[in-house]
């Protein structure tokens, strides 16, 4: 069996971890050989995402094709589905996790629990001042597509700023999306994988933290109550029948006064289930290429009674070298998942994950090797466990 | 930093699975493009491990260079070691375990627990009415190089058939090892890692059962009683200081009436302990890279009661291919490695492992899905554990 993945970043670069154990033969889409995962895949095409070329070349060389990242045109993609390449998740599931737009319409739809939204086409007049009125200030602004690790997403005071902002998007052609900025005890994310036989498993809700829209930490079970663990993966599973997915999706959610709120929605492996690599009977890389492959999926079951996943990023001085590395291997119970790249302020470059009894010394294990490689610590790091 | 692999099979292979997330680049050696693991190595170079201008060109584009497989030229490494290029282990250490008769030398004079044994070089005349006088019949015929899982082991009844097998090794130059057939009560396996720095970390030894040769399971904890498993530890130990090995040995040990005795060592990653990929805190190929790499060693512990581990054999009918894959990991609990090989009779695939608290189910989880993968049975496997 050979899958190509469209994307050589470094969830790419995990998938091939994983898929060599299962004798999976993997072609990577990389926009430059220097990505994460062509640096050490076997076979790598160099192109972007949206060359035709490219993606029939990959197509061609593969059984199935599947994603490391959503930055994709679904109208190409579409266009080869029909024929005779196959996608999973397919392009009529992954347009939900593209198209912010599409997806909170699909939804509303439902009945699923969503901010109060809008949508703004480019050619549908947008008007700070009534929009204000409907929603509150501040709002929230996204682009429709496009937007990743809280990039594509503004929050506004008022109606200029809004007036503003839109404005721009909507020069640029981009639909754009208004929601209510909710206030938000804290975000969970559930995380499943569903087979092309409509089979579905999930690992637990977990609790994140992110600051300006990027993931830093993720704890297991961290501070989730039980009944938004349950209400969490319930929302999934149907996400998942709704669209139907096939392979890893993950739903970011909003913990509220009014419960849970769904955020975003991804479909591949998310940084939210980084920790299933050294806390769970299967990872999300694994269970991602099962479901692509067509092969049975694997139990989710926790190994640990509580796991810490720790996002690593470049410092302001230099990290990642042999010498920070080896500071944090020096950490008892650090397990490091480095990205191959070469270290810049903010660039996500790794995490470690910590598995063991006491929630706490994990947490402390974890932040212990990201420092010890040069990643900050955070002082804006919300300490939502306690 | 960047480490080079002599030899492509499954060992490196998975040393190229846990190199990816420790950010280290490999390049191997493969003899062919369609070893194990130059099917998914980024950068291989195809040339023998007696081919000095391929050794050249692998240890200029590496800081340091691991092993695969002991079939290697001494001479040649040890030549390109003092021209500066850097091998772990080094030649001078790896001779224990290239050469059987250097091996048991050293352990005797070391006072280590061995069988009797006698080295016939080939200008040493043999006398096999002489040597069965002194040794019992039957008796274990080795060649002293070039063995590996039960090639090269010769058992025989009387001196005619000695006299023919060393007559026909000492015409092939090949130095003899002559051995008492020491009837034993079990086999283990202890496994240690050792640092450039001398620290060692060890896992618990293992019971392995082998069938003409070759490793068929391997049981943690298995039957193995305290004293041995405190013995054999020990025993790996001393071997790994004495020697100076930097990464991971293997010290093979039969349990007799007397106590242990040491067969065989390998100073690579061994499929002994293959089952540290799902049963421990860290795996024989992330320490044995750490240990190249100059990178302090992860800690050894089980993350499991239970662990079993079962290699996988091509059988008589196809074995495999998508449905019997599909077949196997629908085994729940079971965790598949396979080795990117074709299927033919005998050929070794991949391993299973299980972890959990019941050591009987785990090992039936192991062979579930070895047999459903389509690996025989053996009707021979002595039942040691109940």
């Known amino acids: 069996m050979k899958v190509g993945i469209i994307g050589a970043g470094q969830l790419a670069r995990m998938l091939l971890e994983d898929a060599s154990a299962l004798g999976i033969d993997c072609v990577v889409l990389a926009e430059s050989p220097d990505d994460g995962a062509a640096l050490v895949a076997h076979s790598a095409i160099i192109g972007a995402p949206s060359d035709r070329a490219a993606l029939e070349k990959l197509a061609d060389s593969v059984a199935i094709t599947t994603f490391d990242h959503e930055l994709v045109d679904l109208e190409l993609l579409a266009d080869l589905e029909a024929q005779g390449?196959?996608?999973?998740?397919?392009?009529?599931?992954?347009?939900?996790?593209?198209?912010?737009?599409?997806?909170?319409?699909?939804?509303?739809?439902?009945?699923?629990?969503?901010?109060?939204?809008?949508?703004?086409?480019?050619?549908?007049?947008?008007?700070?001042?009534?929009?204000?009125?409907?929603?509150?200030?501040?709002l929230v602004i996204k682009s429709a597509r496009g937007g990743y690790d809280g990039r594509g997403v503004?929050?506004?005071?008022?109606?200029?700023?809004?007036?503003?902002?839109?404005?721009?998007?909507?020069?640029?052609?981009?639909?754009?999306?208004?929601?209510?900025?909710?206030?938000?005890?804290?975000?969970?994310?559930?995380?499943?994988?569903?087979?092309?036989?409509?089979?579905?498993?999930?690992?637990?809700?977990?609790?994140?933290?992110?600051?300006?829209?990027?993931?830093?930490?993720v704890l297991v079970p961290g501070s989730v109550r039980d009944e938004d663990r349950i209400a969490g993966e319930a929302i999934a599973r149907q996400i998942a029948e709704l669209v139907g997915v096939v392979g890893v999706m993950a739903v970011e959610l909003f913990v509220t006064d009014e419960g849970l709120l769904i955020n975003e929605l991804a479909m591949r492996p998310h940084n939210s289930g980084h920790w299933t690599q050294n806390g769970s009977a299967t990872s999300q890389f694994e269970n991602h290429l099962r479901a692509v492959a067509s092969l049975p999926l694997g139990i989710t079951?926790?190994?640990?009674?509580?796991?810490?996943?720790?996002?690593?990023?470049?410092?302001?001085?230099?990290?990642?070298?042999?010498?920070?590395?080896?500071?944090?291997?020096?950490?008892?119970?650090?397990?490091?998942?480095?990205?191959?790249k070469s270290s810049r302020p903010g660039r996500k470059l790794g995490h470690v994950n910590a598995v063991g009894t006491d929630p706490v010394a994990v947490r402390a294990t974890a932040w212990d090797a990201a420092t010890k490689f040069g990643s900050p610590l955070p002082d804006a790091l919300e300490k939502r466990t306690s």
Not at 188 to 195: M, T
Not at 317 to 336: F, M, Q
Request: hydrophobic share 45%; aromatic share 6%; with cysteine.
């Open 301 to 340: 079951t926790t190994t640990a009674a509580a796991v810490a996943s720790v996002n690593i990023f470049g410092g302001d001085h230099p990290s990642g070298d042999d010498e920070a590395l080896a500071a944090a291997l020096s950490v008892t119970g650090a397990h490091l998942h480095l990205y191959g």
């Open 85 to 138: 390449h196959q996608f999973a998740p397919s392009p009529s599931a992954l347009l939900y996790a593209v198209d912010k737009a599409a997806m909170r319409t699909l939804l509303a739809d439902h009945g699923l629990p969503i901010p109060p939204f809008d949508v703004f086409t480019p050619d549908r007049p947008f008007d700070g001042e009534s929009v204000g009125a409907n929603f509150g200030w501040p």
């Open 154 to 217: 503004f929050i506004v005071d008022n109606e200029n700023e809004a007036n503003a902002v839109v404005g721009d998007l909507h020069e640029a052609g981009i639909t754009v999306l208004i929601e209510a900025l909710v206030p938000i005890r804290s975000e969970l994310a559930a995380l499943v994988c569903r087979a092309h036989d409509g089979s579905i498993v999930a690992w637990p809700v977990v609790e994140t933290s992110q600051i300006a829209g990027v993931c830093r930490e």
